[in-house]
């Protein structure tokens, strides 16, 4: 509904923005060969994100902890 989208919108403006360019696809590629072994399930828009959060200096908030926790250069906010 209105009110959820707005209580949304609202949310959102706490947080950084950044847009996907050269250094953070030339990250992501560098991520998939440094941790090839270990980074088989993750797919492309994952390693976007990561690459993203890398980059920028950016921790990652996020519930799906699974596929991100395998990237060791990646700083993850956790819940305690």
């Known amino acids: 509904d209105d ?4 209580k949304v919108e609202n949310l ?6 950044a847009e996907i ?7 992501a590629s560098s991520l998939k060969k440094k941790y090839k072994n ?3 399930s993750i797919g492309l828009v994952d390693l976007l994100i990561a690459s993203t959060c890398i980059v920028n200096k950016f921790v990652l908030v ?3 902890v699974k596929h991100y926790k395998q990237i060791p ?3 993850i906010y956790e819940e305690k």
């Open 73 to 75: 250069d990646i700083e």
């Open 62 to 64: 996020t519930k799906n």
């Open 12 to 17: 959102l403006h706490f947080f950084k923005k």
């Open 21 to 27: 360019n050269s250094d953070i696809c030339t990250a």
């Open 38 to 40: 270990i980074l088989h």
């Open 3 to 6: 009110n959820t989208s707005e």
